[in-house]
C-alpha cells in the first residue's frame, strides 16, 4: 500500500477509534463491493454498453458512484471503431474453406 493510502488509513482510523487492520478491511470491502456491481452484465446483445444497465452504487455514509455517460460512450465508440477497423482488415476470406 502506499504510504499517502497508508496516512490516510491511519487517520480514519485513529478518528474512528478503530484499529488500522479494521480500516483496511472497510476499505477492501468498499472496493469488493464496487468491483462487484461494475463487473456484472451490462452488455446488449450487439456487445455495446447499455447505459440504463449501470446501477448507481450507494455505499452507506460513504457516497454514490454514478456511471458517466461520457465514459460508457466512448467505450462504445471504441467498441464500433475496433469492429469497422477488423472488418476492413480482415485479411481472410470466409468463401474459402
Not at 3 to 20: C, F, H, P
Not at 28 to 54: C, V
Request: proline share 2%.
Amino acid at each position: 500500500m502506499k504510504s499517502k493510502q497508508r496516512d490516510i488509513l491511519l487517520e480514519v482510523a485513529r478518528r474512528n477509534g478503530v484499529t488500522v487492520a479494521q480500516a483496511e478491511e472497510i476499505w477492501n470491502n468498499f472496493g469488493l463491493t464496487i468491483a462487484k456491481h461494475i463487473s456484472s452484465n451490462h452488455r446488449d446483445e450487439d456487445n455495446k454498453f447499455n447505459l440504463d444497465k449501470f446501477p448507481v452504487i450507494n455505499i452507506q455514509h460513504f457516497g454514490k458512484f454514478i456511471p458517466r455517460k461520457k465514459k460508457i460512450n466512448y467505450a462504445n465508440y471504441c467498441i464500433d471503431k475496433n469492429k469497422t477497423y477488423d472488418t476492413e482488415h480482415n485479411t481472410t476470406d470466409s468463401r474459402i474453406s
